[in-house]
């Protein structure tokens, strides 16, 4: 079981071991609108345990580079452990 944390909530999720965050983001309020990677809306930070999330998709690696904190909530995974999150 995975767990993600969101900071600016105070609010923690589990989910499975390579689950897509998509659905828990969305359940804390992340704006999910297009799904695609193609609006950039769903911008997450993440603050820690980006290793126990899957490689950047193209769609990330297009909008937000590769270097930093961000991710797109609508297109990554979580491959295990914790992750902790603000946007
Ligand atoms: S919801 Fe549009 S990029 Fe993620």
């Given at each position: 079981m995975a767990?993600?944390?969101f900071e600016?909530?105070?609010e923690e999720y589990d989910l499975p071991d390579g689950s897509p965050i998509r659905e828990v983001?969305?359940?804390a309020?992340?704006?999910i609108p297009c799904g695609e990677g193609i609006c950039g809306a769903c911008v997450?930070?993440?603050t820690s345990g980006m290793e126990n999330l899957s490689d950047y998709t193209q769609e990330e690696k297009d909008f937000l580079g590769e270097m930093g904190d961000e991710?797109?909530?609508c297109k990554c995974k979580i491959k295990k452990g914790t992750v902790k999150i603000t946007f």
């Open positions: 767990k993600i944390i600016n909530l105070n983001c969305e359940k309020g992340v704006p997450i930070q993440i991710r797109l909530a």
